[in-house]
């Protein structure tokens, strides 16, 4: 069949969406007559989203060919016969802000700013689906015209509702724009926790130092700026499944008694009634300074950040054959420690150049500090002192090139010519769970960079902006198989020196006919996302004053621009944009502008 067509039509499946969303905002401040400097503030929000999804499936079929009768097989795509779900979601967030705030100036070198606030955000969503299939006709596209086998038929519906509640309080103070100190309280609330446990508190203090202003600096002449600061403070964490502290119970295990259906009610999981607030300490200690009247600049920042009591089950250390369902727990530690900075250089090498170039530079190194950890593993798979979403993958070291090769090294049950050859790990003979290895790195960079570029020459101006990031992988795709018309274009790449039959010496591993994928969870999955692009580039050229002024027009701009103009990375022949975490996220379009800009 015509592929085109197959998109275009309708009956062959499509998936449409429509919704709308509406937010609205009141606000409110009173300045207080009788205390200068003090006023009341507040601010209500409302915000209504729903969303209607429809999702048509038709029926596709192709044929494959056996190799050794040399006859044709109809296959099949998604399914054999119409089918059509559809699903509605609403949901209302509504949230209430009040605050006190003083701010006042004494003697004209006493700065304070000081408030306490009250927040309150709640809400409330519903969703509702159903699904048929073995439509009669691909004519109707409606739940009705489906089959009437309650077995094939499927509804669902839920409901949920949040909230939390916070107080809050800063207070800053500064002399003369020379001594700065602010002390910061937090008192969060959550459903997801006990009433007794519910609440917690979290404080904050930082103080700057600005040197360029005391008389010891006077005699620095290149420097313009020098301010030293440092920060301490907690946050709270509750992204977690709520009522996890209650003992709750799910629809389930239905039975027949007498030949009438009955609904079955049974334990969800294991109640914990200690869970309570994740929570994160900062520390910061920064640098600015500017420097050969504004040529130089710098704004340098050393941090870490520990997050301890970290929400996660024990999953590892309970074995899955248990059947537990197993409560969020404090049970993590994870560290995070890093370094940025920000260089910036601006300068004229005669009256009509002159450039500017600001460049940014972060490297954040993360660990698992404590976690739960699977007893008596492998030292090379613990989680521990590695980074966090680390993965466990099996290292792929070669090809079997034939059947005599796959004999001469353990392999996986099953494992045939074409498939990846899996590095054993400890040693053993034979290939198994304990050959994984935690690896290294992660799909978050540790290391993100940028540099902003600009030149101009009379009236003319010429901007660059590039980004990238390193020491960071992802997957490439998420099985290898061959189904064109279920799972759509096989990657080029893989075809590329891959094995077959008439290329044994291949250098990749052979496609799979089914979704149970060889290479999956290998490191032949995995690429590094490390790149360097040309995010945005624009050359313009401004119009003199003298001759835009005689068509009665104050300023003219003509421009030429373009977004993703060049790239360095591993993932082109992928088709997939390294600053994603996804397989089927493809690069940005490159896009070329030109065009003029009028000011009257």
Known sequence: ENAIAMVREKEYGYTSTDGGVITSSLSAKWDLPWVSGLSLSGTFAYDYNKRYNKNYAGVVSYYTLNRTTGEYTESFGLNEHPSLNVRFDQGVSQTTNLRL???????????????????????????????????????????FAGTADKEKQSSDGSAYETARQHYFGRIQYDYANKYMLQLQLRRDGSQNF????????????????????????????????LKIRGSWGQLGN??????????????????????????????????????????????????????????????????TTRRDNILAPRNASIPWYTGLQLP????????????????????????????SLNGNFTYVKNKVVDIDEVPNAEPYQDATGRPVGAELLYEVIGIFDDAAD????????????????????????????LDRVRQELTQTPEIIFGLNMNVSYKNFDLSLNWQGQAHAQIPGFTGLFYDPVATGNFPAYFYEDGWTYENTGGTKPAPDLTSTSTVDETTFQYFSSAFVRLKNAEFAYNVPNSLTKKIGIDACRIYVSGYNLFSIDHLKDLNIDPETITTDAPPPDRIINLGFSLTF
């Open 328 to 355: 969020d727990e404090n049970i993590g530690v994870v560290e995070n420690k890093g370094i940025e900075f920000v260089l910036t250089h601006r300068g004229e090498i005669n009256n009509n150049w002159t450039y």
């Open 238 to 303: 509750d992204n977690v499944a709520a009522f996890q502290y209650l003992t709750a119970y799910e629809f389930g295990n239905n039975a027949t008694f007498g030949g009438t259906p009955y609904q079955g009610l049974v334990q969800s999981g294991v109640p914990n009634p200690e869970i309570t607030w994740e929570v994160a300490t900062n520390i910061d200690l920064g640098l600015e300074a500017r420097m050969y009247g504004g040529k130089l600049g710098l704004d340098l920042d050393l941090f």
């Open 406 to 433: 796959v004999e001469t090294y353990p392999h996986l049950p099953g494992a045939k010519p074409g498939d990846p050859i899996i590095r054993d790990v400890n040693d053993d003979d034979e290939i198994n769970s």
């Open 101 to 143: 705030a003083y701010v006042k100036t004494f003697n004209q070198v006493h700065n304070i700013d000081a408030f306490i606030g009250y927040e309150q955000n709640t809400t409330h969503s519903d969703m509702l689906s159903g699904g048929r299939s073995e439509f009669l006709s691909g004519a109707i596209h409606e739940l």
């Open 194 to 225: 006990a009433a007794d446990r519910r609440w917690g508190w979290f404080p904050g203090v930082s103080a700057g130092w600005a040197l360029s202003e005391e008389s010891f600096m006077d005699g620095v002449g290149f420097i313009d700026f």
